[in-house]
């Protein structure tokens, strides 16, 4: 270790942001490692101030840190400038707290939260020092792990990972921590292991499964390779927020983060059944924390870390059930201290009075919807289920109280598109501006600011649009160039992402495991942090494709079959496919289906976890 310390210390004052760097965090927490029988890093594949943002890895580190004799510690990828210290200076992948190489852990966990992360992995495995070939990596330790929402669909980097954790990962971290601990005395090989380890509901092993394809180059099956391996592996989930672990405290960061602030989970999964949505889906069933639990752990985490500011983090916070009177209990305490409260996923149909109130208490300089479609036909399209009087109630609501910015996100290339929907982003975003001209001076703020951001749609496993093409390159431009040239006004600004970004997220995430050599060979050619746009190099990836034999219009921009074999038919999310199927044949008629509070609409979570989740 201190060896190791030496050799930060001195490249440090010639690195950028020298904190992410060098660990001591007030909350991190330290053993003695004489005294522990397991570590785990865990690894966010992105820099640190994104991955200390992450409320998965600050629960996670948290509860394996409560057994005694376990040690979880936090690593990260580093930016350019120190990787190129670590490779001068021959400094390995390490962890911030004990400064120890990776390669010395039991375990090495990454958390999967974006596509654009997965050369990340194979670059810190590098840096480690270890082969990133599962194959290649024969001793028993340390074991590669991977989990997030990414693993719906592993099969791109599953020759890159020993075990995937599929759901939910308090339980089935502890378990599989356990079986470690209880067969490592016996000295079991890496195949004994992850056999065993097959065995935890929720485990996927990528070897133990054989994918066979048919001529014309989709999956014909996947069939497990071993006896005792489940034939579809399925998700976990944790049936009880309010008895839930949950930490007390954070580790608290030296230097700026993405999101630096508290945060209190309040509610998982979502139930609005928004067909473009991933998350919607794969976070099922909805479950939600009792008033009392969140404002306990909101005066737990304020005063053990300082923060000033709280968040309320969910996929959609206004949709808890008791949404007033969780935000009167919390305000008794946050008004008190001075906290401010951070109320982030909120809709358009559920804001009132009081919720912009609450978030005036925390900033005034505008707000952010989410229409994602320009006209009410293709809002029910993608079952968004919102009306434009429902966006303009909300905008003048928050015009009368003196807001004067409204940005508006939207979507480009969605299913059933046409001209008129991109030219509707453009209308509606007209209309609030004018409606922020109705509103009496003496309410309103001095100017308007409209911003529209529109993003490439990018369909996704275990949604509605699994089935659908991703609009073609070209096509996506001549759309963007459509939207500018419907923009009229001066009060009006847009913005649309990266198009090959979006591109290459469509390709890896509907891929299957011949992608594996595809990100290896553009992974060996130079593309990391392919997130960062000075970073991202799409010419790079188009090469390794086309060595690859890849064609990425396979990919991307195929109409696939109802009947299709997809790469992750044999992972089980709940969500059934007749579903999956009759919400796509809804799309295409533009009708919408109800929300789950409103009724059920037979997503198969009720049937999949016997009743449990869903009533």
């Known amino acids: 270790m201190e060896e190791i310390r030496e050799k930060i210390e001195k490249v440090l004052l010639r690195t950028q942001k020298p904190a992410r760097y060098i660990g001591g965090e007030p909350g991190s927490i330290i053993k003695d490692k004489n005294k522990v029988d397991v570590r785990f890093a865990f690894c966010f594949p992105d820099v640190y101030d994104v991955g200390m943002s992450h409320l998965g890895m600050k629960i996670l580190y948290g509860l394996k840190n409560t057994v005694e004799n376990w040690w979880c510690e936090r690593v990260f990828m580093p930016d350019k400038d120190f990787e190129e210290h670590m490779k001068r200076e021959n400094i390995p992948l390490y962890a911030l707290e004990s400064l120890d190489p990776v390669s010395e852990f039991d375990f090495i966990g990454f958390t999967l939260q974006y596509e654009l992360s997965y050369t990340n992995v194979l670059e810190m495995l590098k840096l480690a020092g270890l082969p990133v070939l599962s194959s290649e990596r024969e001793s028993l330790t340390p074991i590669v792990v991977g989990g997030g929402p990414c693993v719906c669909n592993p099969e791109p980097i599953a020759d890159f990972f020993d075990l995937f954790i599929l759901g939910e990962g308090e339980e089935v971290n502890m378990q599989l921590l356990r079986l470690y601990e209880e067969m490592k005395p016996t000295s079991p090989t890496k195949e004994e292991f992850l056999l065993a380890a097959a065995g935890i509901e929720g485990i ?38 309010d008895s839930a672990y949950y930490p007390e405290n954070f580790a608290v960061p030296f230097t700026e983060i993405v999101h630096d602030r508290a945060v209190v989970e309040v509610l998982r999964g979502c139930i609005r059944g928004c067909r473009f949505c991933q998350a919607g889906f794969i976070y099922r069933p909805f479950r939600e924390k009792s008033v009392g639990i969140v404002a306990e752990q909101t005066r737990e985490l304020c005063m053990n870390t300082g923060y000033e500011e709280v968040s309320l983090s969910s996929l959609s916070t206004s949709d808890h059930s008791q949404i007033n ?141 699994q089935y659908e093409p991703q609009a073609l390159p070209e096509e996506i431009s001549r759309r963007q160039k459509l939207l500018l040239d419907s923009i009229t006004s001066k009060k009006i600004r847009c913005s649309y992402h990266q198009q090959n970004v979006s591109i290459l997220e469509a390709v890896l995430a509907r891929g299957d495991r011949r992608l594996c050599r595809a990100v290896y060979t553009a992974w060996k050619k130079g593309c990391t942090l392919d997130s960062w746009d000075e970073h991202f190099r799409f010419d790079l990836w188009q090469e390794a494709f086309s060595e690859c034999g890849i064609d990425t219009r396979f990919y991307a921009n195929r109409q696939r079959a109802y009947d299709e074999v997809m790469p992750w038919s044999h992972l089980d999310y709940m969500i059934s496919d007749e579903f999956l199927v009759r919400e796509n044949k809804k799309a295409h008629l533009a009708q919408t289906t109800r929300n789950c509070r409103e009724g059920c609409s037979g997503c198969g979570v009720g049937k999949n976890s016997g009743g449990v989740y869903c009533g």
């Open 204 to 241: 996927y092993v990528p070897r133990f499964y054989d994918v066979q394809y048919n001529e014309d180059g989709t999956v014909r099956a996947i069939r497990p390779n071993r006896s005792g391996v489940p034939e579809k592996v399925k998700k976990r989930v944790v049936k009880d927020l």
């Open 325 to 465: 009177q969780l935000l009167s209990t919390l305000s008794d305490y946050t008004d008190n201290e001075r906290i401010n409260l951070s109320l982030p996923s909120l809709r358009i149909d559920s804001f009132s009075r009081e919720l912009i109130d609450r978030i005036a208490a925390v900033r005034k300089s505008g707000l952010t919807f989410a229409p994602e479609a320009g006209t009410q036909r293709l809002r029910n399209v993608i079952n968004k289920n919102i009306t434009e009087d429902e966006i303009m109630r909300t905008c003048r609501l928050a015009f009368d109280m003196g807001y004067q910015t409204v940005k508006l996100y939207f979507m480009l290339g969605l299913p059933d598109e046409r001209d008129e929907d991109i030219v509707g982003i453009a209308q509606l975003a007209q209309k609030v501006v004018e409606l922020y001209f109705d509103t009496p001076k003496e309410k309103r703020g001095k100017n308007i600011q409209v911003s529209v951001s529109a993003a490439t749609f990018v369909p996704k496993p275990f949604t509605p649009f």
